[in-house]
């Protein structure tokens, strides 16, 4: 269905004075859309001429803003028909002077929505008349903008080489002048090179200390000798270097003097150790006796089962927990813990 606004053909013509080419089409362009929207409903009513009950859906439709009384009259009016038709005949007096009564309001609300609909398309062609302009009229408008606004921003770009170019100037013409003479003294003044080498050195052990405390409170791996036999409850028998595998049988030897004769012992890798450097330590400490047993294993229960417990650690693969979980199985089970070797 096509409807029309009240407030949309209503009002004053704009002052086409006070706005720019581009709103004047705009409002055109608005005006000829709502004419077309008019033309459109007369021409609705002239069809529906021969069909008084569309027509009058038609009328009533568009009129609802003019006059509602009359329509509120021709409820009434149809009601009274209804309910005299249940009483009358179709041919009685009363109920055709109704049926006049209703023919002939509606005959005047038609005339005004006519009267109505054909003032605002008048207005409309007035205002579309007004507002049109001829399409040299609209380029020539658009050729003169374009211009206006590459003028302006040329201006605008001269204004600033020229700001530029004063700025230069006023360098050149004013230099900085020295207000007295300088002393230039024979030793260069800056802190001594040893200095600066004690500076850095002490900044950079401030830096590493402070990472490697994060590493182990991130990670809880212990990475340093000290700390690993501060938390093992047993001591340190021998430091294992393991880019100098040939050196090994050596230190072996003279660390099994140490621990004298065990016969069988079990060998406990404690942390995340890589399984090949237990395996040479397991096959160069067997070699060294022929009378020890070893036994390699993680289990604590299992290595318990012979008289002595030799631990095998790296720093930077055992955790804390691990090392703390190891002191209090030990200390329930009371076993013959001989002491670690660190493999570095």
Known sequence: SIEIEKGDIQGEIPN??????????????????????????LDLIEKYSEEPNKKFNLIRKIAKDIDESKFIKLDELENSIVLNRTVYRENDPKIEQLLTRKKFLLKDVEKNVISYLTSEKELLEAKIKISSRPQEVIDKYKQLLSQASRDQTTLENLENERNQLSLSKSR?????????????????VSESRKKILLIEIFKFSIIGIFVGYLFDKKDNLVYSKRKIEQLLDCK????????????WPDLLEFSSEKFGNLGSFSIIPLGNIDGRYVDLFSNKLTKLNNKYQVK?????????KNDNQLIIVSPGSVKKDQIIELNKFFSLTKSNLIGFFLLK
């Open 16 to 41: 086409l004075a006070s706005i720019n080419l581009f709103n004047i089409e705009q409002f055109r362009r608005k005006d000829a859309s709502i004419l077309e929207n008019i033309n459109a409903k």
């Open 172 to 188: 050149k013409d004013s230099p900085l002048q020295l207000i007295t003479k300088p002393t230039v003294l024979d030793q260069p």
């Open 236 to 247: 340190l028998i021998q430091e294992l270097n393991i880019e100098r595998q040939e050196d």
């Open 296 to 304: 390699v294993t993680k289990n604590l229960i299992e290595s318990v």
